[in-house]
């Protein structure tokens, strides 16, 4: 009976020791999210000494083993921590990744603290035993290394700087933590959510337009005209009255427009260049459209009549006009 009492003694101490090596921390600042059913302290990787690769002794103590590491680690092709766990770690914890471990990486975003944090109790941050180096990176940045972290940071909980504008537009912060106290590494891994950035980690562009700008089609002001119009004084001739009834020719006042042309835009105030847009300014017309405006006396074969205000008959003139005296200049 004695002997079956001592023996499940042995048993429960040795869980507890067991329990106690498996759980070392996690990363408090940033903030990170685990599922209910795991122990969110314990290490989600190991890598055998013997199968890294580097040379030297790691069987020594936490501190010797530490300096060792790094004596071979300088010499390795491995240019970080982040490196050489994402490459040589095996995974021991169930449902973790080399990553990030245990934690949910798609947990509610978090800001970036004053300085990072480390837990494992009230009393603990790092093991003091579990001396190593630990690394922080914000995406594809590194923005911390310390090469023996249990040594260096020894508050409860330990508190480390970072290059918080390394940070910037960054979506998540992952830290890996490589305990060596054993010829057995441990690789603990923990990753945190951050605000203002994205899921994708995609370069943000920032072609938004503000209200101050200017838009890409530019606006046109129309600017008014004011078209004068042009006053004609008809001039009388002495010419030979002939057999025509028309008064309206093609000897016109405002201009020399041809007389077989509807194109008639000499005299157009509102500027229209449209065939047949004449006669606004029309004495009297002709039987053609090829605007005889202000035309008042001659035709091609009139050129001899004289004039006088007897011989002008309007009987014939279809259309409006404005009934008055042309009378002949005189001659000095």
Not at 73 to 85: L, P, Q
Not at 237 to 263: I, R, W
Request: aromatic fraction near 8%.
């Amino acid at each position: 009976m004695t002997s079956k009492i001592y023996n499940t003694a042995l048993l429960g101490t040795a869980a507890l020791l067991f329990s106690g090596v498996q759980a070392h921390g996690y990363l408090g600042q940033p903030a990170v999210t685990f599922s209910n059913d795991v122990d969110k302290t314990q290490f989600v990787a190991t890598i055998e000494s013997s199968a890294s690769g580097f040379s030297g002794s790691f069987s020594g103590s936490p501190a010797a083993n530490t300096e060792a590491f790094w004596a071979a680690f300088n010499s390795s092709k491995y240019s970080s921590i982040k490196d050489f766990v994402t490459d040589m770690g095996q995974i021991v914890a169930n449902g973790a990744t080399i990553e990030c471990g245990l934690t949910d990486p798609n947990e509610t975003p978090q800001p970036l603290p004053a300085e990072l944090e480390w837990t494992h109790s009230d009393t603990e941050g790092f093991t003091s035993s579990h001396e190593g180096p630990c690394e922080a990176w914000c995406d594809d940045t590194q923005v911390f290394q310390d090469t023996d972290c249990a040594a260096h940071f020894t508050t409860a909980p330990a508190k480390m700087p970072y290059d918080k504008a390394g940070c910037s537009g960054s979506s998540r912060l992952t830290f890996y933590w490589l305990a060596l106290h054993s010829s057995t590494w441990q690789v603990y891994a923990n990753c945190a959510a951050l605000e203002g950035g994205s899921s994708s980690n995609s370069p943000s562009q920032n072609n938004s337009t503000t209200s101050g700008s200017q838009s890409d089609t530019p606006t046109v002001t129309p600017t008014a005209t004011t078209a004068t119009p042009m006053t004609a004084t008809p001039t009388a001739t002495s010419a030979t009255p002939g057999t025509g009834s028309s008064v309206a020719g093609s000897d016109q006042v405002g201009g020399d427009a041809d007389t077989n042309d509807e194109d008639c835009g000499s005299l157009d105030v509102a500027g229209s260049e449209d065939d047949e847009d004449c006669g606004s300014l029309d004495v009297a017309g002709s039987e053609e459209e090829d605007c005889g405006s202000l035309d008042v006396a001659g035709g091609e074969g009139d050129e001899g009549a004289a004039v006088s205000e007897s011989s002008l008959n309007f009987d014939d003139i279809g259309g409006s006009y404005i009934s008055g005296k042309v009378q002949p200049q005189g001659t000095s």
